[in-house]
């Protein structure tokens, strides 16, 4: 037994078939026992009043923002090295969720900034990582869906996403060279976990829960349905030569 | 039934509407087209009658 | 080496290769700005490092599907990577040429139209002090860029949407040697920051620029 038997397509499906469900209805629950329990039965921050509420959206989407293009990172390593298509796709699968969750923690950041800090935008170092990373996203999955090829595409664009993670790493640094000492607003949002209190604290843990279960559980039904479309195509191309 | 929001109810509400409008609609996408890719392999390999040594996870 | 380097400067300047065509564009662009945002002399001169950047790396950017789009249709590239040369010697002589087309002048246009946007004396030697250092990164992501989308008809603008998030380290520390310059403030931390990311891109990028060109070969 080791891990990479599930590099073989079939092996991978039938085992996520099983663990799907699991995945899903544990996603389901963590997100609406962590949600409800933030958006009914927490208090108000005395200063930030019941914007406080969407802390329980905002870091664990942000939270998987990072982790999924971590994710693509080494499943684009996996398939540089070793060459196991499932990697590759499952890197592919993985894009547009990680995508949408940095959209989701920008969009509920500009809600929140809005009330907090009377902009719904500023040029605050770790907003503006995050845009750099939405834009790393749209070009992964632009160059994914521009390339027939599925094995082309699958080298190119884990070369990458290779390259992507050193710039998006120099461009962390770079804007926060770049906005030092025009505003000290990432004080605001730098390390909440450490001093929010327990009631704030727990619910919120449960919510990241249920969106890393949730972003498992679709990476795994779309590394499938990834898997599916390949052997379809390729199944079509035998039949044309046939 | 709302808990009470105060004058910020309408950031935290629309916060909550935006993110779980994508997640609902990221998900569907996702179970549609595993739905319609599913069935369309399936199409391919019953025409192509296939045996059931490779299909079988299809 | 020396000769590939030859021959991609003379289809460069012969006519049809574009070698004014990024400078025409940076000019455009700079004389562009002032209607956009109004001919206030103290506006414009405070923008004015930003605006020389941009409109830099807009030209880089505009002229890029030539470095290897051409070699790739009329099939040189095929015979280029079965010549005794490493694909990364390729990848670097071609950056270097387009370096020499179109970053080398940029540098050398862009004092001129800094007058044009009354940009503040002490400006002068920063912005081009950081172009100069600046551009030859811009044209090594730049081939990347191109190598990835080497085979895709109308790679244009996919090209831009890669290519664009990768200038951004670059663009932040070139632009604010620029702007400390302009304001008389130290500019040692952004300067050595943009030297070494363009070193740093120069030493490794090729190799990756390499890799995707040979994938794309395949």
């Not at chain 1, 749209?138 to 390339?147: E, K």
Request: aromatic share 10%.
């Amino acid at each position: 037994m080791s891990i990479w038997e599930y590099a073989n397509p079939v092996k991978f499906i039938r085992t996520t078939d099983r663990l799907l469900p699991w995945f899903s209805w544990a996603a389901l629950s963590c997100l609406a026992i962590g949600l409800i329990w933030g958006f009914f039965f927490t208090p108000d921050d005395f200063r930030q009043g019941s914007t406080v509420k969407i802390i329980y959206l905002h870091v664990p989407a942000a939270l998987m923002a990072i982790n999924a293009w971590l994710m693509m990172l080494v499943a684009s390593l996996i398939w540089i090295v070793r060459r196991h298509h499932v990697s590759a796709l499952a890197a592919r699968a993985a894009a547009p969720v990680g995508a949408v969750m940095t959209v989701i923690a920008l969009a509920t950041g500009a809600i929140w900034g809005q009330p907090m800090w009377g902009t719904w935008w500023a040029w605050d170092p770790r907003l503006t990582s995050f845009l750099i990373l939405f834009l790393f996203y749209l070009g992964y999955i632009a160059l994914w869906s521009a390339i027939e090829d599925d094995d082309t595409a699958a080298d190119l664009t884990s070369i990458l996403c290779l390259v992507g993670s050193v710039f998006a790493l120099l461009s962390r640094y770079a804007v926060l060279f770049w906005n030092q000492g025009l505003h000290q607003e990432a004080t605001f949002s730098a390390d909440k976990e450490q001093n929010i209190a327990d009631v704030f604290w727990y619910p919120a843990v449960i919510s990241m829960v249920g969106f890393a279960l949730l972003f498992i559980a679709l990476v795994f039904l779309r590394t499938q349905t990834e898997i599916r479309a390949r052997r379809a195509r390729a199944l079509l191309a035998r039949e044309r030569t046939l | 039934m709302l808990p009470d929001l105060g004058k910020y109810a309408g950031y935290v509400l629309s916060a909550y509407a935006v993110s779980l409008t994508l997640i609902i609609l990221l998900v569907l996408f996702s179970v549609m087209r595993a739905r319609r890719v599913r069935r369309e392999l399936e199409d391919i390999e019953a025409r192509q009658g296939r045996s059931t040594k490779e299909a079988s996870d299809g | 080496m020396i000769a590939l380097l030859k021959r991609d400067l003379m289809l460069a300047i012969r006519a049809g290769g574009g070698f004014g065509l990024g400078l025409a564009f940076f000019l455009i662009v700079t004389v562009l700005v002032p209607f956009g945002v109004g001919p206030e002399t103290a506006l414009l001169a405070k923008i004015a490092p930003g605006i020389l950047w941009i409109g830099a790396l807009l030209a880089c950017l505009l002229s890029l599907d030539r470095i290897l789009a051409l070699d790739w249709e009329d099939g040189s590239l095929d015979l280029l990577a079965t010549a005794p040369l490493p694909m990364e010697g390729i990848v670097t002589i071609k950056a270097l040429a387009h370096w020499i087309t179109t970053g080398l002048p940029l540098v050398f246009a862009a004092p001129a139209l800094g007058v044009l946007l009354s940009m503040p004396v002490d400006a002068y030697l920063w912005v081009v002090v950081s172009l100069a250092l600046g551009t030859p990164a811009l044209s090594v992501i730049g081939t990347f860029g191109a190598a990835l989308t080497v085979g895709i008809k109308r790679g244009g603008l996919l090209m831009s949407l890669l290519v664009l998030p990768l200038y951004v380290p670059t663009l932040i520390f070139g632009a604010e040697v620029a702007r400390r310059g302009a304001e008389g403030l130290a500019v040692q931390t952004p300067l050595l920051m943009l030297a070494g990311i363009s070193a740093g891109v120069v030493a490794l990028l090729p190799f990756a620029s390499a890799a995707v060109l040979r994938i794309n070969l395949r």
